[in-house]
């Protein structure tokens, strides 16, 4: 396993993003939705997905550009990222395959779909950070993916495939364990710290961490219209429902 640099403050990152997470599941319906609904609706899960293959397809993007600003001032950190960029370059193509499985057949109706506008919103925010301050902010939202993905998508899989069966999520369950077994979110983490050596900078990945929130909870909103009132269960968060999401999930140890 490799050791993580500056545990202390990535214990504090850490708390910080489990409470963001019960935040999302009280705050957007379609978090809950998604899961726990006793029946999930396809065509909303659909959408979902077509949106996780356009992020991914934009990251791509934005990550090229770090990498090019890491290549001038810390060749280190640009064959860590690159490496990294590497290994997740292709994952849309794990999604896909649920598409097909689904009953989606034609990969240009993904990709000639328009984004979400908080998904945009998402990419100018990286571009102003990548112009402003460098990678740093780029970086804050992979290890913020990399984390809360890796607390609540496992659940979300388990509950998503009861509705519309293993095949729905068979590449989303490659993705996360693949995510898991080669430990992503340290290795996020360590070339985040490169660029944190201060208060004053642990303080912006703070900072950077509560944007993301608002922009996934924005999201979800804006995955919710899509259903035009198709999706009548959205669920009551109950406490349970909330200890249940992040139940069992421990900080990553120190070293």
């Known amino acids: 396993m490799t050791k993580t640099i500056n545990p202390e403050f990535r214990t504090k990152v850490d708390r910080l993003l489990d409470e963001l997470i019960v935040k999302t599941y009280e705050n957007a319906p379609i978090a809950r939705y998604l899961?726990?609904?006793?029946?999930?609706?396809?065509?909303?899960?659909?959408?979902?997905?077509?949106?996780?293959?356009?992020?991914?397809?934009l990251a791509r993007i934005?990550?090229?550009?770090?990498?090019?600003?890491?290549?001038?001032s810390d060749p280190v950190a640009?064959?860590?990222w690159a490496k990294y960029m590497e290994e997740e370059m292709l994952h849309d193509r794990l999604f896909l395959k649920d598409l097909h499985n689904?009953?989606?057949?034609?990969?240009a109706s993904v990709y000639e779909t328009?984004?979400?506008?908080?998904?945009?919103?998402?990419?100018g925010y990286l571009y102003y950070t990548l112009d402003t301050e460098g990678?740093?902010?780029?970086i804050c939202k992979s290890y913020f993916v990399e984390y809360t993905t890796r607390k609540t998508q496992m659940q979300w899989n388990d509950n998503i495939q009861k509705s519309l069966g293993e095949k729905a999520v068979k590449g989303a369950v490659a993705?996360?364990?693949?995510?898991v077994d080669e430990d992503h979110s340290t290795d996020v983490w360590n070339v985040l710290m490169s660029m944190v050596s201060s208060p004053e900078e642990e303080a912006r990945?703070?900072?950077?961490?509560?944007?993301?929130?608002?922009?996934?909870?924005?999201?979800?909103?804006?995955?919710?219209?899509?259903?035009?009132?198709k999706v009548a269960e959205l669920g009551e968060v109950t406490k349970d429902t909330v200890a249940a999401a992040v139940q069992g999930v421990t900080t990553p140890p120190a070293a």
Do not use: W
């Open 62 to 72: 934005a990550d090229s550009k770090a990498i090019n600003l890491f290549t001038k």
């Open 135 to 138: 990678p740093r902010g780029l």
């Open 102 to 107: 689904m009953g989606v057949e034609d990969e």
């Open 175 to 179: 993705h996360a364990n693949y995510d």
């Open 35 to 57: 899961l726990s609904s006793s029946q999930v609706d396809k065509e909303l899960f659909i959408r979902h997905t077509f949106e996780t293959i356009l992020r991914i397809r």
């Open 78 to 80: 640009a064959q860590k």
């Open 114 to 123: 328009e984004p979400f506008l908080a998904t945009k919103l998402l990419q």
């Open 205 to 229: 990945v703070l900072y950077h961490l509560n944007v993301y929130y608002g922009l996934f909870c924005a999201y979800f909103t804006e995955l919710a219209s899509t259903t035009r009132g």
